[in-house]
């Protein structure tokens, strides 16, 4: 059993940046693709980023590129999320997410990650 506990979030100002880190536990890293999700009050929960096992393939929803960079040290068996040029818009609970295998077509979905951590929130002022 994989456990993933996320950490790094907290509230900040517009403009800021913020680097959010999952720690896997139970099983390597190096094991599993792995994604970050985050989920606003009354949406649905949306992707954010995704990172292949080696971390040669990396995707991003369009609204954080060019912001936002996923990164991975399989050593240290953590994941993260450097987070830049924050905006309201992107404040939300973020979710760290594993899966066994890379979904080259649908990496987006929720339905595609068999591992969730807890969440760590995200506060955006203006």
């Known amino acids: 059993q994989v456990q993933l506990v996320e950490s790094g979030g907290g509230l900040v100002q517009a403009g800021d940046s913020l680097r959010l880190s999952c720690a896997v536990s139970?099983?390597?890293?190096?094991?599993?693709?792995m994604g970050w999700f985050r989920q606003a009050p009354g949406k649905e929960r949306e992707f954010v980023a995704a990172?292949?096992?080696?971390?040669?393939?990396?995707e991003y929803v369009d609204a954080v590129k060019g912001r936002f960079a996923i990164s991975r040290d399989n050593a240290k068996n953590t994941v993260y999320l450097q987070m830049n040029s924050l905006k309201p818009e992107d404040a939300a609970v973020y979710y760290c997410?594993?899966?066994?295998?890379?979904?080259?077509?649908?990496?987006?979905?929720?339905?595609?990650?068999?591992?969730w951590g807890q969440g760590t929130q995200v506060t955006v002022s203006s």
């Open positions: 990172i292949s096992s080696s971390g040669l393939s990396i």
């Open positions: 997410s594993a899966s066994d295998k890379w979904y080259s077509e649908t990496y987006y979905s929720p339905a595609r990650y068999d591992y």
């Open positions: 139970g099983r390597p890293l190096r094991n599993y693709f």
